[in-house]
Each structure stands twice: as C-alpha cells, then as structure tokens.
C-alpha cells in the first residue's frame, strides 16, 4: 500500500498561510507531503520547508514527494510538532513565517492492516504513531491498571463508559491476553 496524501482545505490553508519566496515554513505533521509540496511551490530556491512526523513511513513518502516536486529546500525531522522549538532552533533558525498542522490520523495509517488501528478488520493491536515506540496498544491492555486504561480511554477516547470498558478489558485479559482488535472489539 502507498502513503498517498490528498490535502484537506488546500486554498484555504495556503490563503491563510500567504507562503511567499524566501520564507521558512514549517508543516508539523507532513504526513504525506500533500499540504508540504503545495506550500513548498511559493517558498522558492531561498525558502525552507520543514516537514516533521513522528511516522518514518509517512517521512519516507513525503520525501519522495517533495524530491520529485524540487519547489524549494526541504528539512524533514523524525519528531513530534510539540517539540518544534527545540527541533527548529536545533536546525539553526531562530525565526519562521508559517506553520501550518493537519492533526489526526492518516487513511494511510488506518487502512494499512500493519498498523492496528482499524477495526475493519482482525489484526494485532498495535496502533503506534511511531512504530519506532516500545510499547503496542496491545501491551498497554495487557499491562496497565484499571485505572490507567479508564484514564487513557476517557481522556482520549473521550469515552464516558471509560470505566466500564477498563473493567471488562481487566476482566477478560485474566482468561487470556488480548492481541486484536477483533478481541478488543468483542470486549467492548
């Protein structure tokens, strides 16, 4: 499967980010390079596009995608958008006149059975950003208190049964552990 990015609310993104000749401009979750290689356009041959994603494979394809567009200079860090300071001054530039984020997952990242994220379909529950982390969705079923399955759930799942699912999630891994999201999704 190839990481294809169709970019959401493109002229609107670039109105609101006006990216002109010799700017830096810094997408924080270049996923597949869709909004990048667009913004990059209007950055030119002085300009400098950062692209940061915590996602090797969505770097990989971004990389691509830029290389074959060439508009402008292109840095791409393997990081998470919350560190960009740190990632942006580690690059030696103090200032940048636009950044831009699309927040959420891929369909890339959904649809790619190896990930573990849909429920679509029967697979090992690993659900990692970056499958570089130590630590599959998996393992934090099987490993974490009731009530740090209840808190994660609630305040990311934004789930009010929270608590409940964490007790049933508790119950049923004392049978046996819990691989897939079929499992999962049965548990629920």
């Known amino acids: 499967m190839s990481f294809k990015h169709k970019p959401v609310l493109l002229n609107e993104v670039l109105?609101?980010?006006m990216p002109s000749s010799g700017e830096i401009h810094v997408d924080g979750t270049v996923g597949g390079g869709g909004h990048a290689v667009n913004i990059s356009k209007y950055l030119g041959p002085k300009g400098l596009l950062i692209g940061i994603d915590r996602d090797q494979e969505a770097l990989e394809a971004a990389g691509q995608r830029l290389a074959k567009a060439d508009y402008c200079p292109v840095q791409l860090v393997k990081g998470?958008?919350?560190d960009i300071?740190?990632?942006v001054s580690n690059l030696g530039i103090k200032t940048v006149q636009g950044v831009f984020f699309d927040l959420g997952f891929s369909s890339y990242q959904v649809d790619s059975p190896a990930r573990g994220f849909s429920y679509q379909q029967?697979?090992?529950?690993d659900m990692r950003m970056d499958s570089s982390q130590k630590k599959t969705a998996a393992e934090l079923v099987n490993t974490l208190t009731q009530e740090e399955l209840a808190r994660i759930i609630?305040?990311?799942g934004e789930?009010?049964?929270a608590k409940?699912?964490?007790e049933f999630i508790v119950k049923e891994r004392r049978k046996k552990e819990?691989?897939?999201?079929?499992e999962l999704v049965e548990i629920i």
């Open 178 to 182: 819990i691989e897939s999201s079929a």
């Open 85 to 87: 300071k740190v990632i």
């Open 159 to 161: 789930e009010r049964w």
């Open 164 to 166: 409940r699912i964490a």
């Open 122 to 125: 029967d697979v090992y529950l």
């Open 154 to 156: 609630r305040e990311y």
């Open 15 to 17: 109105r609101f980010l």
């Open 80 to 82: 998470n958008f919350r």
